[in-house]
């Protein structure tokens, strides 16, 4: 890998949640960089704090000690409109995060309005479009559409502010295996067409290396190690949780790789 | 092969609308044994109303018709909601998906699982207290004593799950129905609840019913599996037979999941032929 410049990058990240004497440390001095069209996966069981990770770098929440940074520049507690537009979220449950009274193209032209973007008709039929939903979908409501069909509506709204960088929080895991295929698909494509940055959680361990070339082990709040998608397809780890971790995900798929050769 | 635990043929489920009526489950056949039977397919394919149907506690408007539907030698078709009652738990019982909506928040855990108890079996509080407590620590809960008084708040996704199992199979039923059990957990935790459950029902010979739209899942764990779809059954075959899999369908679902092994380009994504609707299905790699 040639040594480019890091996009985004955490500096000793910590992060914790409760009063003065119940104070737990979710996220614990963790550090990791991320270069521009890179996509970088954080794995780990829930509880260990990958999600809360993301929550913070995307603004959600400004209570954090550490620093993270953009371009080289620190972000400060509160962002900026401008970040906001760089940056957008995919969430897990597209049941959930899609407004249920608003149709397709409101949902679209929020974003739009809020960032003062002009062309918002055609940016929303190109960015139906791009995420391979036709023109029909734009005057339905959620209710309307299938759980795989709103993900995409999801994906199309973060894209619809062209960010550089897309935060994704297990965008498959409410879904049907026969539809993840499909988004993770769509996931890729858009990657390289529109030159994007991934920050994906997952706890599939296929599904990350599938989409990310690198990704970070998760364990009480620790980046314990990082891997490639090599090294985690070839199970090449060097501590024991991460080795279990492995383990369990590869047992589970044993019998299928043998039904496939 | 003794007489099978559940012997289902041409079942149908219908919901009436106002306009036209829909049929969810359109004749399906089985039978289950003493076996692990995996019943795979996407949402919508009616995997959870045909396990449903079996106690009968489909939604209102569905309408359930089938040539015969047995569990043993009971007509589950004509039996009444009293008989169904004797049934249900004692007989035949279910796991839920989320252990956070099936368990009664306002009970203590222990309180739940000696009703589960004392509800089927003739038995004194300590008697089955001493059995709840015993039947915690076969699903490895450690420190049972302390589990016991808990509340359903106070323990994690994977320990509630393992309580849904204990709660359901100390009635000692003979057929348990698995519906999604491990998809609200964690990998690391689902492996531990799936050896739990597996180790259960192998030794006490229960019939498992296990309802999963995780093709690679059932197939590791499960002795044979039917793929549905559209409320059909498409193919029915072993487990370990799974590569000679014929039905389109059920080789698409295959190639569809990412694999850790190869590195590909794009992922296959499955196609839907509405010619299956009514196409052929398979039995054991043939024709059926």
Not at chain 1, 150 to 175: F, K
Not at chain 1, 215 to 236: D, N, V
Not at chain 2, 8 to 34: C, E, M, P, W
Not at chain 2, 230 to 252: F, K, V, W
């Amino acid at each position: 890998m040639k040594p480019t410049r890091a996009l985004i990058e955490a500096i000793g990240l910590s992060i914790s949640f409760g009063a003065k004497h119940a104070r737990t440390r979710v996220v614990d001095d963790v550090s990791f960089r991320i270069n521009k069209g890179e996509a970088y996966g954080l794995i780990g069981e829930s509880g260990c704090g990958k999600s809360t990770i993301l929550r913070a770098l995307s603004g959600l929440n400004s209570d954090y000690d550490g620093a993270l940074t953009l371009t080289d520049k620190e972000l400060p507690k509160t962002r900026s409109k401008d970040f906001f537009r760089r940056v957008q979220m995919v969430f897990q449950d597209p049941y959930g995060s899609l407004h249920p009274r608003k149709i397709v193209e409101k949902v679209l032209a929020e974003p739009l309005a809020i960032h003062g973007i002009d062309r918002a008709s055609e940016r929303i039929a190109e960015t139906l479009d791009a995420v391979g939903l036709g023109p029909s979908f734009r005057y339905r409501y959620p209710h309307e559409l299938s759980g795989g069909q709103r993900q995409r509506v999801a994906i199309a709204r973060a894209l619809i502010t062209e960010p550089e960088i897309l935060l994704l929080d297990e965008p498959t895991s409410a879904l049907d295996v026969s539809v993840q295929a499909e988004i993770l698909n769509l996931l890729r494509r858009l990657r390289i067409e529109r030159n994007l940055t991934y920050l994906m959680v997952s706890h599939d361990l296929a599904v990350i290396a599938h989409i990310c070339e690198r990704a970070g082990m998760m364990y009480k709040g620790k980046i314990i190690e990082e891997l490639t998608s090599q090294q985690i397809r070839q199970s090449q780890a060097r501590q024991d949780y991460t080795r279990e971790f492995l383990q369990a995900t590869i047992e589970a798929v044993a019998r299928r790789d043998e039904a496939v050769a | 092969m003794d007489k099978p635990l559940i012997d289902v043929k041409d079942l149908r489920i219908r919901f009436h609308g106002a306009q036209r009526s829909h049929d969810a489950v359109r004749g399906v056949s089985f039978t289950i044994g003493r076996e692990k039977v995996g019943i795979v397919g996407e949402s919508g394919s009616g995997k959870s109303l045909t396990g449903r149907s079996l106690l009968k506690l489909t939604p209102k408007g569905a309408e359930i018709s089938a040539t015969h539907m047995r569990f043993k030698d009971i007509d589950l078709l004509s039996a009444s909601e009293r008989e169904m009652r004797k049934i249900r738990g004692n007989h035949i019982s279910m796991i839920l998906q989320d252990p956070k909506y099936s368990l009664n928040p306002l009970m203590r855990i222990g309180n739940q699982i000696v009703e589960a108890y004392r509800l089927h079996h003739k038995a004194r509080p300590g008697e089955a207290k001493a059995k709840a407590l015993a039947m915690l620590e076969a699903v490895q809960i450690r420190d049972p004593d302390r589990v016991f008084k808990l509340f359903p708040h106070e323990v994690s996704g994977g320990m509630g799950q393992r309580i849904m199992i204990a709660m359901m199979l100390i009635p000692e039923p003979d057929l348990i129905i698995a519906d999604e059990p491990t998809s609200a957990l964690d990998v690391t935790v689902r492996r531990q609840v799936l050896t739990i459950l597996d180790e259960l029902v192998t030794r006490r010979g229960t019939g498992l019913m296990f309802i999963s739209h995780d093709l690679n899942l059932v197939a590791s764990f499960c002795d044979r599996v039917l793929v549905m779809y559209a409320g059909r059954i498409m193919e029915d075959l072993p487990a370990s037979e799974l590569h000679n899999a014929r039905h389109p369908y059920t080789q698409s679902l295959l190639e569809s999941l990412p694999r850790l092994d190869v590195a590909v380009e794009n992922l296959t994504v499955p196609v839907r032929d509405p010619s299956w609707l009514d196409g052929p299905v398979y039995r054991n790699g043939e024709l059926a």
